[in-house]
């Protein structure tokens, strides 16, 4: 069965910093894209940053550009979200998520995962 557990969430100042990690079992994802996501209440989900296998090709949220840095240990099957100078509105809850796949819905394709961890809270306060 495969699981992934976020952990690193909590309750911070404004302008400090947390590290968010994912740790994943039950199959490597060594060769698999994995990102992170955040869902604010009465929001939508939205990416937050994403890395393929070797760290190579990465992208962020243009709201987190500058602020978070995503990277990943394939030996430990871990992916990280290191978050600094944090701002209230990063207060969302946060979501590891592996395998990234392409979906054909007719003449549109977009990018889905097929594994999600349960998240952790990130309060910011200002």
């Known amino acids: 069965q495969v699981q992934l557990v976020e952990s690193g969430g909590g309750l911070v100042q404004a302008g400090g910093s947390l590290r968010l990690s994912c740790a994943a079992s039950?199959?490597?994802?060594?060769?698999?894209?994995m990102g992170w996501f955040r869902q604010a209440p009465g929001k939508e989900r939205e990416l937050v940053a994403v890395?393929?296998?070797?760290?190579?090709?990465?992208d962020y949220a243009d709201s987190v550009k500058g602020r978070f840095t995503i990277s990943r240990d394939n030996a430990k099957n871990t992916v990280y979200l290191q978050m600094n100078s944090l701002k209230p509105e990063d207060t969302a809850v946060y979501y590891c998520?592996?395998?990234?796949?392409?979906?054909?819905?007719?003449?549109?394709?977009?990018?889905?995962?097929?594994?999600w961890g349960q998240g952790t809270q990130v309060t910011v306060s200002s």
């Open positions: 998520a592996a395998d990234r796949y392409i979906l054909r819905l007719g003449d549109r394709t977009q990018y889905e995962y097929r594994y």
């Open positions: 039950g199959r490597t994802f060594s060769r698999a894209f």
């Open positions: 890395i393929n296998w070797t760290g190579g090709s990465i």
